[in-house]
């Protein structure tokens, strides 16, 4: 279980002027259909170079002082946290870019897969599309 | 022919065409991924009409990546960490 409140207050410094939180949360429901839970799975080696990259990446690119994300694995029920993206930067407005970058990248990037478990039946989740030159392009070329 | 052994590390969906747990594969030495690809589609027809990429060594490689022996070759649909998915897409 994610515990928000120590990594929150584990994350601020003095020279920090924000920190911006980000709780997703298991929802219930997905197009329509009523969720159970979910099961996380990770290639755990690679999710966790991964993350630690864009961690780096996002304190480079936006100048916010420093990055926590956590990610759950194994088995979800509805409300829970899967992912915890905690950003403390001088000033507010760097600190809500980075956080939306952050996770609009991992969900894109991150080796982390889900199963949804419905009231009538489980699938893998069809996943985020990889950006560009991530995905090795099919053989009869691009089938997106 | 000289033949390598690597590491083949199926993830998500393709679980359930190629079962779960890591496998060893014996390929031809100087073999590629897109190589690799194409022998896998034998037991998983969709591997290439996927969207996935895939990884040597734990970081991400490109089609025409040469494999080496002892490899460890992660199959990756598109991932779906993070919160709860995009509203409004379709398939």
Known sequence: ?144 | LFIMQVRVLPFGVLKDSLGPEPFALDIPRGATVSDLLARLGVEAPAIESLGIAVSVNAEYAERSRVLGENDEIGLLPPVSGGASKTAGRVK
């Open chain 1, 1 to 144: 279980v994610i515990d928000a409140q120590p990594l929150v207050t584990a994350a601020k410094k003095g020279e920090d002027g924000a920190v911006v939180v980000f709780d997703g949360i298991v929802r219930n429901n997905s197009r329509g259909r009523q969720t159970l839970h979910l099961d996380y799975e990770a290639y755990e080696e690679m999710a966790m170079k991964q993350m630690n990259e864009l961690a780096n990446n996002a304190t480079l690119r936006f100048g916010v002082r420093h990055v926590t994300i956590v990610h759950r694995l194994g088995r979800l029920q509805v409300g829970e946290t899967s992912i915890l993206i905690v950003v403390a930067s001088a000033h507010r407005a760097q600190a809500y870019e980075a956080s939306r970058w952050l996770i609009d990248t991992l969900k894109k990037t991150v080796p982390i897969w889900k199963k949804e478990t419905f009231v009538d039946g489980a699938v893998w989740a069809d996943g985020e599309p990889f950006p560009p030159g991530l995905a090795v392009e099919g053989a009869n070329g691009p089938t997106a």
